[in-house]
Structure formats: structure tokens, C-alpha cells
């Protein structure tokens, strides 16, 4: 039997705040937060005591966002994780439920985003694949209007996020996982796009299945364009848990990624 050491200590709200803080967190501030909970080691209280710690950092004027998506609800035609028979594709999407910001779980993004999106005065914007949840002063501003077809770009949360100057926070995962980077995408000169589709709620209380044409996401080489933002020392690094936490301005990030992606995906497509 493998033998394994077990921390000093639990890891509370109180020693969280401390690292939040340390790590530099800004009062006041507006924090995209992007987490997976498993590498930051036993918490006392799980996901609340991190959204509790972070907002006692924060303060009553920060706001937390973090992405609520809903990737099941896509064209059945796309799904590779795993695919399914294209006699089916036709059935769901019929039948899939439509899209509502006020129920509809987000299974993929993370136990600390589904908290958020469930905390009593969060506000989701109305995006059937890519919403956000916001909890905070600035949650209005940043979740109203996302635009079906502009779906991480202008028109999204993201943008809202860069006109605020927020920060992002990665909590035990890297710069793959740092939505914010698709925004640059947006920004590059006639980037690839895609047909869309996803169920959503009628006016009349009904569901219908829309289409949309977007641009073609493509986190391929996040990974590596993350690092060479932190070469910069435009990311703050620290301990939070036992794992790491990425501290970093959004604008910093996505300005930086609009230069690299166009340097390297025109290299690469060359």
C-alpha cells in the first residue's frame, strides 16, 4: 500500500482569502475565474469556501463571473466525445430542451462555476452554448445582450469582461482552460466559421431548434500561447490550496493573444 502525506492542515475560507490575496486579487475588482477544484487539495467547504474566499478578497464591490457553457446543446452533428449514430441527429434536435438561463445545468464547466450560477442574485446571460454567470455590481452590465451569432467576441460577455478591465483567475488548471483567449480570435482578420445550432426557449413558452453562423473555436495551442504570456510576467503565479493559481488582466492576455495568433496560425496555415 502506497503510503501519502496529507497537508499541514485543511485548507479553509480564511487561509484561501490569504492566498487570493497574496497572489493579488484587486478589491473591488471584476474576476473571471476558471477552476478545477481537485488540484487545490482538501477544502473545508469544497467549492463555497473558494467562492467565499474570493469574494472576502473581492469585497461587497467585486464581481465573479465564470463560464456556465452548455456544450451538449450543439449540433449533434459536431459531437465527437462521443459521437452518435446520424439517424439520431434529426431526434435531438427535436427534442433536446431548449435552453434556459435560469435552470439549465452547466454539466461540463466545473463544481465552483455551477455553484456560482446557482448562488442566490447570480445573473446568466442567454446564450444556448456559451453562457456566463455573474454574482456582484457588474454582473448586469456583463451578462446582458450576448448575441447568438457573436457568441465569445464582441458581442459576449468577454468584451464586456475587456471594457471592465477584469482579471482572470485559473485555479488548478492552465492557460487551455483561459476562455478569454477565444475573444482574440474574434479579433483576427476574417478567422474561420462554422454553421451553429442549439435548442431555445419561444416567446410563446415552446422550444425550437436555431442556427447560427460563428466563428470556428479553436483552442489549438492555447497551452503553449499561455506560457509565452507568463514569460512576460504579465501572469502572477501562487500557491492557492495545494495547487496553482494564475493570476492575469484580461486585456494583458487577449491583447497579447491577438499578436501571437496571428503569427502563428498564419505561420502554421502557411
Known amino acids: 500500500m502506497i503510503a501519502t502525506t496529507a497537508p499541514a492542515r485543511p ?27 481537485r488540484p487545490l487539495g482538501f477544502l473545508c467547504g469544497g467549492p ?9 478578497v473581492l469585497g461587497p464591490a467585486g464581481t465573479v463571473v465564470v463560464p456556465t457553457h452548455t456544450p451538449e446543446n450543439s449540433d449533434p452533428a459536431e459531437w465527437n466525445n462521443p459521437p452518435v449514430p446520424a439517424d439520431w441527429w434529426p431526434v435531438i434536435r427535436d427534442e433536446l430542451p431548449g435552453f434556459d438561463p435560469a435552470v439549465t445545468p452547466s454539466r461540463f464547466m466545473g463544481a465552483f462555476a455551477e455553484l ?9 446571460s ?24 457573436d457568441m465569445l467576441g464582441e458581442g459576449s460577455p468577454l468584451a464586456r469582461l475587456h471594457d471592465l478591465d477584469a482579471d482572470v483567475l485559473l485555479l488548478g488548471v492552465d492557460h487551455g482552460s483561459n476562455t478569454s483567449l477565444h475573444l482574440a480570435e474574434y479579433r483576427q482578420p476574417a478567422p474561420p466559421r462554422q454553421r451553429c445550432g442549439g435548442a431555445v426557449l419561444t416567446a410563446d413558452g415552446g422550444r425550437e431548434w436555431v442556427w447560427w453562423d460563428d466563428v470556428r473555436l479553436d483552442d489549438e495551442g492555447f497551452t503553449r500561447l499561455g506560457a509565452d504570456l507568463e514569460a512576460t510576467g504579465a501572469v502572477r503565479l501562487g500557491p492557492v490550496g495545494d495547487g496553482t493559481g494564475r493570476l492575469m488582466r484580461q486585456r494583458a492576455a487577449v491583447d497579447f493573444a491577438v499578436e501571437w495568433l496571428a503569427r502563428h496560425r498564419r505561420t502554421e496555415e502557411a
Request: hydrophobic share 50%; no cysteine.
Open 116 to 124: 456560482v450560477r446557482t448562488w442566490p442574485g447570480a445573473l446568466r
Open 11 to 37: 485548507h479553509t475560507r480564511a487561509s484561501l482569502a490569504a492566498q487570493l490575496h497574496d497572489l493579488g486579487v484587486r478589491p473591488g475588482g471584476t474576476v473571471l475565474v476558471h477552476a478545477s477544484l
Open 48 to 56: 463555497e469556501a473558494v467562492l467565499l474566499a474570493l469574494r472576502d
Open 126 to 149: 442567454d446564450h444556448p452554448h456559451v453562457s456566463f454567470a455573474a454574482l456582484g455590481p457588474a454582473a448586469a452590465r456583463i451578462v446582458a445582450g450576448h448575441e447568438r451569432a
